[in-house]
């Protein structure tokens, strides 16, 4: 499983970001996505998942009805949408991908992607 995640860059506070993650190698629709960040000196944190047709989704309480995940199977591809951004959500991105749901605990996720970093400046 090869995942890619890019869209990350420097953004004013109160402003917007779409993140973007593809996947490759794997039957796309198959398999749960989360997105997880992981700011300078925290631990790896959970941001929200989507089920496998999209159906589904949850959020962390920080990010509950700023962000939003959607996807795309025929493109291979999850999007984090980012609205109302705050400099706390300054950090790396990282999406994940599972054939069922492991949780929020990062540890438990089975593959993941490189991270994409987002600063939000004030």
């Known amino acids: 499983v090869q995942l890619q995640a890019y869209g990350g860059g420097l953004v004013q506070a109160g402003g917007s970001l779409r993140l973007s993650c593809a996947a490759a190698?794997?039957?796309?629709?198959?398999?749960?996505m989360s997105w997880f960040r992981q700011a300078p000196g925290k631990e790896r944190e959970f941001v929200g998942f989507?089920?496998?047709?999209?159906?589904?989704?949850d959020y962390a309480d920080s990010v509950k009805g700023r962000f939003t995940i959607s996807r795309d199977n025929a493109k291979n591809t999850v999007y984090l949408q980012m609205n109302s951004l705050k400099i706390e959500d300054t950090a790396v991105y990282y999406c994940?991908?599972?054939?069922?749901?492991?949780?929020?605990?990062?540890?438990?996720?089975?593959?993941w992607g490189q991270g994409t970093l987002v600063t939000v400046s004030s």
């Open positions: 994940a991908a599972d054939r069922n749901w492991r949780g929020v605990r990062s540890v438990d996720h089975e593959y």
């Open positions: 190698g794997v039957t796309f629709g198959n398999y749960y």
């Open positions: 989507i089920n496998r047709n999209g159906y589904r989704r």
